[in-house]
């Protein structure tokens, strides 16, 4: 899974960016697909996930009503939009295949690929200076 970042990956805060996870050698399709970040000395944390169809999204509090997750099944893309950036916001996004996603930011692994624990996009920093 290639995760590839749509403008700069240093913003201003209050600024906006949009992540995307193009599929290769794999379709996402039929895959819930999910995004996650990890930022300098924290766990990973989940933030949004989108169903296969695209009907259904949840998030987490910390980027509800910031961040839109959205996908294009025609083009094996799924999107991460990021709005009103903070600089609590800077972390290294990734997208996944098979994670459901909580409000409080933990995320539960729901595919079928044993130890492999889904497909992982590489990972964007994202910057957002004060």
């Known amino acids: 899974v290639q995760l590839q970042r749509l403008g700069e990956g240093s913003v201003q805060a209050g600024g906006s960016l949009t992540l995307s996870c193009t599929g290769s050698?794999?379709?996402?399709?039929?895959?819930?697909m999910s995004w996650f970040r990890q930022a300098p000395g924290k766990g990973r944390e989940g933030l949004a996930c989108?169903?296969?169809?695209?009907?259904?999204?949840y998030y987490s509090d910390s980027v509800k009503g910031r961040f839109t997750v959205s996908r294009d099944n025609a083009k094996n893309q799924v999107f991460l939009q990021m709005n009103i950036l903070e600089p609590e916001d800077t972390a290294v996004y990734y997208c996944a295949t098979d994670y459901l996603v909580s409000e409080d930011g933990t995320y539960l692994y729901i595919g079928d690929d044993g130890a492999r624990k889904g497909r992982w996009g590489r990972g964007t920093q994202v910057t957002v200076s004060s």
């Open positions: 050698g794999i379709s996402l399709e039929k895959l819930v």
């Open positions: 989108i169903s296969s169809g695209g009907d259904r999204s």
